[in-house]
């Protein structure tokens, strides 16, 4: 598989000396909440005490009345449910005592207690033993209703604030939903980032001297009648640091710098996100001079009617709401709104007219000069070794952003750790870029000798086509190690330069470097395996996209046949193409066949005109499973002194499939 370097995933950007990192989360306080649940648990108890009845003490109403017939009982209290009475003499006293009544119980004073039940001669039966009775109400103890009534409700009071404030920001809860979510940095505190942290933009940081400067000064500006720009758009790919350039466009105007993400703005509930868009703006006029960065503005600012559904109520009304508050904010207040997107094609026009995000700077990937200076940024907190050159790292990375050229420096600080170095040297930075581009090594991965034979034939197919019919890219580096998830081996080729223009020869050798892999196996093992799936799925893209898109096919002509509206980094998928003809589309399809099966035979001629350096190098990617530096440099320049008379010898036995070359 010819690998070529590839963006990674986009990683948030960061500052690079870690200045604003955001403080550790305090530790929940669980030492109080167990307070609180042991005091609740004492109050429970205490009710369960004095509400509880003595079963020990209680006796039947029967054995009650026979008692008192045999003249045991020398008084009794009558309440409205229990009649409570002593005995006429103590009986095992001891024991008595010692029975379970409750310390905090009323009528402690009793021997025993009954269930009153109805009795007309109850009183009768009383007088004719000489039995003292009196009656009494039942009484209302507070505290057991005061605990078990008012403790429920607190509990439940104290239950709902808490899920109230995982709800919404605050102690208000649901009531503060329509407050702003957005985060004050204070200039003093917390943005500590400059333009000394941010590398590999120039045009950007000249572009935003003038917005630094309003903010200082306003006075130079307004005094000659002038008006800032009320909005700033940072456009461009994911990971080149427009978050860290806007916070460092606060750091050096020493102002308060509010950060909200567009998707922090929108919510469920219509009318929320207009409020929260409200209460920013309020509390941005509070704080002027400031900058109001608004994050990921596709999510909020999207093109209304667009789409498969014909709108959402909630997120049109927060959009109108924002217009409404960038029209009818005062620019000489102070007050800049920056917003960074990475889908500028999507937003509504109504947000990029003058008078609302009035201009546009575009953050672009860097040159390998930026890159140079991104890496020394990222590497200032790094111990690096004598042999690292950073200028060579920023020349192998092309196309890397800056969030990518910061994980490239961190995952050779932990290579270099890993292995116990005092320092991380060069191979621990061609390393992590190996990662970052092909995925982790799989030494795990058994690969047969017959397998491995033909992988090494299949890179140096790639890497021999490629020295001869694409010299603008060079073979850095052959291996068969197998990485990432399918990746059997891979060639890895990187431009002399960097190119913002391909012309039709350059396209037509990219063509035949791809295919030069399948074109190996088929000149030296007379059938090709399933290694190649992966070049020529990129092969028929770059071939159709020669024919449909860039006008490079006499037979179908100088017109484009792609996709109506390009996007600037969304791929070529998520666009509707053209309505074309069955017989064009059919034309087109042998065109494209066509480009890829001229590129193929360029290949395999290639390859059986050199078939001897064929043999030699892939003797040796087999012996040492890598090739690079100058050993494989001085291998690649006998191409060009070869005569081309190599003869094709026989092809030698080998497997017949490997998948993921």
């Known amino acids: 598989?010819?690998?070529?370097?590839?963006?990674?995933?986009?990683?948030?950007?960061?500052?690079?000396?870690?200045?604003?990192?955001?403080?550790?989360?305090?530790?929940?306080?669980?030492?109080?909440?167990?307070?609180?649940?042991?005091?609740?648990?004492?109050?429970?108890?205490?009710?369960?005490?004095?509400?509880?009845?003595?079963?020990?003490?209680?006796?039947r109403y029967d054995e009650f009345k026979a008692k008192v017939r045999d003249?045991?009982?020398?008084?009794?209290?009558?309440?409205?449910?229990?009649?409570y009475g002593r005995w006429t003499k103590t009986r095992e006293p001891r024991?008595?005592?010692?029975?379970?009544?409750?310390m905090f119980r009323s009528e402690r004073q009793f021997d025993f207690e009954t269930v009153r039940v109805p009795d007309e001669k109850l009183v009768d039966d009383l007088e004719a033993h000489r039995v003292k009775y009196k009656g009494r109400p039942e009484g209302t103890q507070w505290l057991p209703l005061l605990l078990y009534g008012l403790l429920p409700v607190l509990l439940m009071l104290w239950l709902w604030r808490g899920m109230m404030r995982r709800v919404g920001p605050g102690a208000g809860g649901v009531l503060s939903f329509g407050k702003s979510k957005g985060s004050l940095f204070n200039e003093d505190r917390d943005v500590k980032v400059t333009f000394e942290d941010v590398a590999?933009?120039?045009?950007?940081?000249?572009?935003?001297?003038e917005i630094i400067e309003f903010l200082r000064n306003p006075e130079k500006f307004t005094r000659l009648g002038a008006k800032i720009p009320k909005g700033v758009l940072l456009v461009g790919p994911p990971g080149t640091g427009k978050t860290l350039l806007a916070r460092a466009v606060a750091g050096e105007a020493k102002v308060p710098f509010f950060s909200i993400s567009g998707s922090e703005i929108v919510e469920m509930f219509v009318g929320v996100g207009a409020a929260r868009v409200r209460d920013l703006f309020e509390q941005a006029a509070g704080a002027s001079p400031c900058i109001v960065f608004i994050d990921e503005l596709d999510a909020l600012g999207k093109s209304r009617g667009a789409g498969v559904i014909a709108g959402n109520e909630e997120r049109e009304q927060t959009l109108n709401q924002l217009l409404v508050e960038m029209d009818g904010f005062d620019p000489n207040k102070g007050v800049i709104i920056m917003a960074a997107t990475n889908r500028p094609e999507i937003l509504d026009t109504a947000l990029l007219r003058p008078g609302r995000f009035d201009r546009q700077v575009l953050v672009d990937r860097p040159d390998w000069q930026g890159r140079e200076e991104i890496l020394r940024v990222h590497a200032r907190k790094v111990k690096l070794g004598p042999d690292v050159d950073l200028r060579n790292v920023a020349r192998r990375t092309p196309g890397f952003s800056g969030a990518d050229l910061a994980n490239v420096v961190n995952e050779a600080a932990l290579l270099a750790a890993r292995y116990?170095?005092?320092?991380?040297?060069?191979?621990?930075?061609?390393?992590?870029?190996?990662?970052?581009?092909?995925?982790?090594?799989?030494?795990?991965?058994?690969?047969?000798?017959?397998?491995?034979?033909?992988?090494?034939?299949?890179?140096?197919?790639?890497?021999?086509?490629g020295e001869v019919l694409a010299p603008a890219e060079r073979v850095q580096k052959i291996s068969i190690v197998p990485r990432g998830l399918a990746a059997l081996g891979y060639t890895m080729q990187?431009?002399?330069?960097?190119?913002?223009?391909?012309?039709?020869?350059?396209?037509?050798?990219?063509?035949?470097?791809?295919?030069?892999?399948?074109?190996?196996?088929?000149?030296?093992?007379?059938?090709?395996?399933?290694?190649?799936?992966?070049?020529?799925?990129?092969?028929?893209?770059?071939a159709r996209a020669m024919v449909v898109d860039y006008g490079m096919n006499e037979a179908v002509g100088p017109v484009s046949l792609g996709h109506e509206r390009r996007a600037m980094f969304l791929p070529a998928e998520y666009h509707p193409a053209r309505e074309i003809g069955d017989a064009l589309a059919d034309q087109i399809d042998q065109e494209v066949r066509a480009v890829?099966?001229?590129?193929?035979?360029?290949?395999?001629?290639?390859?059986?005109?050199?078939?001897?350096?064929l043999d030699e190098i892939a003797r040796t990617v087999i012996e040492k499973e890598r090739l690079e530096g100058p050993e494989l440099r001085d291998l690649l320049e006998r191409v060009h002194q070869s005569n081309g008379a190599d003869q094709p010898a026989a092809a030698p036995a080998g497997p017949t499939s490997a998948t993921g070359t």
């Open 1 to 59: 598989m010819s690998v070529r370097p590839k963006v990674p995933p986009p990683r948030d950007d960061r500052d690079p000396r870690g200045k604003n990192a955001p403080a550790a989360p305090k530790e929940p306080k669980s030492r109080n909440f167990l307070l609180l649940a042991l005091g609740l648990l004492a109050m429970l108890v205490i009710a369960q005490l004095f509400t509880s009845r003595s079963v020990e003490n209680e006796i």
């Open 200 to 209: 590999g933009v120039p045009e950007a940081k000249e572009e935003l001297q």
């Open 596 to 613: 890829v099966e001229e590129a193929r035979q360029r290949a395999v001629d290639t390859l059986r005109s050199h078939r001897a350096l």
């Open 420 to 465: 116990g170095r005092e320092a991380v040297e060069m191979r621990d930075l061609s390393e992590s870029i190996d990662r970052v581009v092909a995925g982790l090594e799989k030494k795990s991965r058994i690969i047969t000798e017959p397998e491995k034979r033909r992988i090494a034939y299949h890179e140096v197919g790639h890497a021999l086509v």
């Open 95 to 102: 024991e008595q005592r010692r029975r379970g009544v409750p």
């Open 494 to 542: 990187l431009p002399t330069e960097d190119r913002h223009l391909l012309t039709e020869s350059e396209l037509r050798g990219k063509l035949a470097t791809l295919l030069g892999g399948r074109a190996a196996e088929e000149v030296v093992f007379g059938e090709v395996s399933t290694g190649a799936q992966n070049d020529l799925q990129h092969a028929t893209e770059i």
């Open 71 to 83: 003249g045991q009982v020398s008084e009794v209290v009558i309440a409205s449910d229990t009649i």
